[in-house]
């Protein structure tokens, strides 16, 4: 079983070295943004062209983003017809979402993760234009992207350390057609790096949805 895995802007492909141990079974190509594509892209879609270019030739059973990389996971089946078989995104959001979403980790996570995991943004930062971080952190919606692809979609968020919130898919602030056409999941006490927070449950869900079993 192949995927394809796609990271958030301001990462490189390390930021899945925690869940890595977790995925031995399949084949994975873990992506890597050239620094000269990221420099110069205005938009999502100047990365997921890119991306296309160099990995659209390949059939995945699935590809699997991240924040930036759920976009262009969407992006590489509505507008590129890739071939692939599932589609996972990682705490995407498709539109502003509220306040409960806006947070990087639990206090307990970023006390774990925190200095690496900045050290990493703050490293990567200068290498994204300011057009294409204003395109999916001010005012965007790519949330007509669900609706053009044909692959079930599962969006998998976390539930920030309380799962009783009764508003967490309201609050996502999608419409109700687009809701219909997502498998919306939830990982417990994790926050946006949901890969490195919880790799044990993320990955055991993941396995679940490629497998079809009943794990999820």
Same mark, same amino acid.
């Given at each position: ?33 050239? &620094? ?14 890119? @991306? ?22 969407? &992006? ?7 071939? @692939? ?14 306040? #409960? ?5 639990? &206090? ?40 053009? @692809? ?19 898919? &309201? ?24 890969? @490195? ?18 794990? #999820?």
């Amino acid at each position: 079983m192949r995927l394809l895995i796609l990271y958030g802007v301001n990462c490189t492909k390390d930021i899945w070295n925690v869940i890595d141990p977790y995925l031995k079974e399949f084949e994975i190509d873990y992506v890597e943004y050239p &620094q000269e594509v990221t420099l110069h892209a205005k938009k999502v879609d100047d990365i997921t062209e890119w @991306v296309y270019k160099n990995y659209g030739h390949h059939s995945y059973d699935a590809i699997i983003g991240h924040s930036l990389g759920g976009i262009i996971a969407l &992006q590489l089946t509505a507008k590129y017809k890739m071939k @692939v078989d599932k589609i996972i995104y990682l705490d995407t959001n498709l539109k502003p979402a509220n306040e #409960f979403y806006r947070n990087l980790m639990t &206090q307990k996570n970023m006390d774990k993760y925190g200095n690496s995991i900045l050290q990493m943004f703050s490293k990567e930062r200068e290498f994204y234009t300011a057009e294409l971080l204003k395109s999916i952190q001010v005012d965007f919606d790519y949330s007509t992207l669900v609706n053009e @692809v044909t692959q079930d979609i599962y969006a998998i968020y976390g539930d920030r350390g309380m799962s009783e919130y009764p508003a967490k898919i &309201q609050d996502l602030n999608l419409s109700a057609q687009v809701l219909n056409h997502l498998n919306i999941l939830f990982i417990h006490d994790s926050c946006h790096m949901i890969m @490195v927070e919880n790799p044990k449950q993320l990955s055991k869900l993941m396995k679940g949805i490629l497998l079809n079993s009943t794990l #999820f």
